[in-house]
């Protein structure tokens, strides 16, 4: 696969450099089978310049310092989204008790560890999104970093299954008729963190490709 990206790469620089046009070009690789999206990418390679050779665009690349954040960013990420749930959860435990269990208390260790986390966890996502967000801006090549990239369709991936796990559990529930506040609170609770989260890399991923 490497080696034919590599030959289409070759292909289009040797054809911008006799002239041909874009479109043309994109017709000439539709004809002979490469999808639009392979023929857009290795095109976007290069920077359409009025100069008589190809000009190449720069190529985000991965660095162990932009590794180190990304993956800072995403774990703070999923670990405050998790406390925001849990702590969620007993709220409203401690609001709906269930009368076969043992009561809740408003400052059980639960809800004290899941407060603790979230005060820490959230600010450090906020501050490393930040961060990065300027970087980007100042950089717009690096909004196409490899592990950028990866680290957002994997949290797209897990956001996914929640939202998929969730509604499900909900209409197991309700065909069985054992819906409760308490339940269907929780189900909102867990249906609205993915959600968010789904909603809002989805559209990161869309302005990317309207960027590219």
Known sequence: MAAGVQELEIFVREALLRGQSREAIAQALAAAGWTEAQTRDVLSAFADVDFPVPVPRPRASLSAREAFLYLVLFASLYYAAFHVGSLLFDLINAAFPDPASR??????????????????????????????????????????????????????????????????????????????????????????????????????????????
């Open 103 to 212: 009561g809740y208390g408003l400052f059980g260790s639960s809800m004290r560890w899941s407060t603790a986390s979230v005060i820490i966890a959230f600010p450090v996502f906020a501050l490393l999104a930040r961060h990065l967000a300027r970087e980007v801006a100042r950089q717009p090549i690096k909004r196409l970093s490899p592990v950028r990239r990866w680290l957002t369709y994997l949290t797209l991936f897990l956001a996914a299954i929640a939202l998929i796990c969730d509604v499900t559990t909900l209409v197991y529930n309700l065909l069985g008729g054992e819906l409760s506040i308490r339940f269907v609170l929780k189900v909102l609770v867990v249906g609205v963190i993915a959600g968010s989260v789904f909603g809002y890399y989805l559209r990161d991923l869309r302005r990317e490709e309207v960027a590219a």
